[in-house]
């Protein structure tokens, strides 16, 4: 293995080595024939896929497949609900850049749903798993375990808890429905406001 290329500290545009011993992989570029490091990290060589590396000292976290994210519903369509996504649900890291994603109508609950008004509304914060990261952001809430986790009165604003028969108001005690996740009212809300994560 090259000295250039050991796993060592590196500074952006710090060479690692030449296109012809490595292929450039995250967090690297080439250029004229030379790879170079695109971030503050440590450097690492795959032998196998003869590929150099770099893995950011502070990496942002990224929307992919798979992942569980806090959202807040911002907008009801007929078809699809628009959010705002707050955090990562593992890390409970900001999402970078105030990323936008969407659940569609199929995918708010298991078995037909006749209207996205029944199972959110505008302030919710859901907790729901990315089914597509690129390149929009999708979302399901079919689950049990996912769905809407901090919920307000849409008559008073109050903080609205789980009941027998739904979601009860605290400050007016009118009652709602909702696609709830499991672990509502588990969470500390969301200052939808200010867009900040559960703790």
Partial sequence: MSEQTSERF????ELLGTAEEFV???GTYEDGGRVYAALLGHSHVDPAARAVSVQAVHGIPRIATGDLV?????ELKSQMAICTILASATTRRSAPGVPEGTVHISRAKDGYTDS?????????ILLAEVIQG???IKLTTAPPELGVVAARCQ???????AGSKG?????????????QSRSYGLLRPVDSAHGSPPH
Avoid: I, N, W
């Avoid at 806090?70 to 911002?74: I, K, P, S, T, W």
């Avoid at 996205?116 to 919710?124: C, H, Q, V």
């Avoid at 008559?155 to 808890?161: A, R, W």
């Fill in 167 to 179: 979601l009860v108001c605290l400050r007016c005690g009118a009652t709602e429905r909702r696609k």
């Fill in 116 to 124: 996205l008004a029944d199972e959110f509304a505008p302030g919710d």
């Fill in 155 to 161: 008559s008073c604003h109050g903080m609205l808890s």
């Fill in 10 to 13: 590196v500074m952006p545009g």
């Fill in 24 to 26: 450039p992989g995250p």
């Fill in 70 to 74: 806090y959202a807040r519903v911002d």
């Fill in 134 to 136: 690129h390149p929009s």
